[in-house]
């Protein structure tokens, strides 16, 4: 499986639906092979940094540098994994700590001042200076009740995000 000359099994459908939590459909898992394998040039059974950077979708996102950390040498299951996170079935909890994982730079299991700022840094590039970006961190840390010296971990993350009216679907196009 994972490799564009091989075809998949009904096993291998069903094992990836049970790796991905069901979020996704026997024929949408089909669709994901078959783009997995039109990224997989090379037909070695993952993708690579620069084949998830053709997606032109991917390679625009002003964090696929971090989400590149997250993806690179996935085979076909793992593909499907990362992107069950992005299904309008996966719940509001694997949507928080898929972000938490982006915004964990250093991969250590918390966020801290530090990492914000890189990611503000990565949204807004040239339009806002440093300064201004630590103003935004502080004051947005102040009135969540923390301070610059705070390292959320995922449970203090999930506190702060999990609220009823937060919404967060992105929709992933299988086609």
Partial sequence: MGNASSMLTQYDIEEVQEHCSYLFSQQEIVSLYERFCQLDRSAKGFISEDEFLSIPEFSLNPLSKRLLRMVDGLNFKDFVAFLSTFSAKASLRQKIEFIFKVYDIDGKGKITFKDLLEVLRDLTG???????????????????????????????????????????????PID
């Fill in 126 to 172: 040239s339009f806002m200076s440093e300064e201004q970006r630590e103003q935004v961190v502080t004051e947005v840390l102040e009135e969540a009740g923390y301070t610059r010296d705070y390292a959320f971990s995922l449970e203090d993350f999930i506190q702060i995000i999990d609220h009823p009216g937060l919404k967060m679907e992105v929709e992933v």
